[in-house]
Nanobody, 117 residues
Framework: VQLQASGGGSVQVGGSLRLSCAASGTSFSTLVVDWFRQAPGKQRELVATINTGGITNYPFAMKGRFTVSRDNAKNTAYLQMNSLKPEDTAVYYC????????????WGQGTQVTVSS
């Protein structure tokens, strides 16, 4: 299984970006997909999760400005980010877990998001 994140870039405060996470090597519809981010000097943190049924979940701090979605026909998950702030600057990663009795983490390569004022 491979994940490829894309769509990052530089935006000004208040702008929007949509990140994509393309999956290959497995049936995408069976994957739970998470988005994480890691800012310089900080721990990686969860941004959003979407399960196989399209149910979404966000940590409290991420609710309101981020929307995760998926298109199983395109084997792709998305993270729509609105009203971006400088503190959203980070490398964004998509993630999933595969396996049955033993689970393995699969990470995309990360895409840089920079928000400037």
């Amino acid at each position: 299984v491979q994940l490829q994140a894309s769509g990052g870039g530089s935006v000004q405060v208040g702008g929007s970006l949509r990140l994509s996470c393309a999956a290959s090597g497995t049936s995408f519809s069976t994957l739970v997909v998470d988005w994480f981010r890691q800012a310089p000097g900080k721990q990686r943190e969860l941004v959003a999760t979407i399960n196989t049924g399209g149910i979404t979940n966000y940590p409290f701090a991420m609710k309101g400005r981020f929307t995760v979605s998926r298109d199983n026909a395109k084997n792709t998950a998305y993270l729509q980010m609105n009203s971006l702030k400088p503190e959203d600057t980070a490398v964004y990663y998509c993630h999933t877990r595969i396996g049955s009795r033993t689970w393995y983490d699969v990470w995309g390569q990360g895409t840089q998001v920079t928000v400037s004022s």
